[in-house]
């Protein structure tokens, strides 16, 4: 919750456009929202890497600090950005693994090394779920999509 209220004050990036992998997933989240899963199914979070990196495996525990954009995703390779810790440089630090994010990112982030890029895409379950987050334009039940990079973690 304390960093919602954080990231809210900061902007987003741009991204080249998305993969070709961007597309399939575009046509599943398409049909997720033609068929809206129940409140008693779970789906989680897909990774695609960008930049591999070169450093050490992330550990729950440790203070992970990143670069992020967020996106909502709107349909077939279309992706709104409602937040950037690129915009102004300003990385983000949080503990990892602790429940202090959302879940795509205490689980997404823990699959990454230090200064590896990725693109974690989550099913509302492992984002903002049912309420949204209004205050970004993040709908109920939104899909969302993340660039990110560890920059470092402790």
């Known amino acids: ?14 991204l080249a456009a998305p993969s070709p992998k961007a597309a399939v997933r575009a046509l599943h989240i ?19 890497l960008v930049a591999e990196g ?14 992020c954009t967020g996106f909502v995703v709107e349909g077939e390779d ?3 950005k409602f937040w950037s ?12 693994g602790m429940g202090s994010v959302i879940k795509a990112w205490d689980e997404g ?5 230090i200064g590896e890029r990725a693109k974690i895409t989550c ?21 969302l999509m993340f660039d990110i990079e560890v920059m470092s973690a402790a």
């Not at 398409?30 to 695609?48: D, I, L, S, V």
């Not at 982030?109 to 090394?113: F, G, P, R, W």
């Not at 099913?123 to 899909?143: C, E, K, S």
């Open 1 to 14: 919750v304390e960093h919602r209220e954080e990231l809210a004050c900061r902007g987003p990036p741009r």
């Open 30 to 48: 398409r049909a997720a929202k033609e068929y809206p899963p129940t409140h008693t199914q779970t789906m989680g979070f897909e990774k695609e």
């Open 54 to 67: 070169d450093g050490a495996e992330v550990v729950a525990g440790q203070t992970v600090t990143v670069h």
């Open 78 to 80: 279309s992706f709104r």
């Open 85 to 96: 810790t690129r915009d102004d440089d300003s990385p983000f630090s949080f503990q990892i």
């Open 109 to 113: 982030v823990l699959t990454m090394k």
């Open 123 to 143: 099913t509302p379950d492992y984002g903002y779920g049912a309420g949204g987050f209004p205050a970004w334009g993040i709908p109920p039940n939104g899909t």
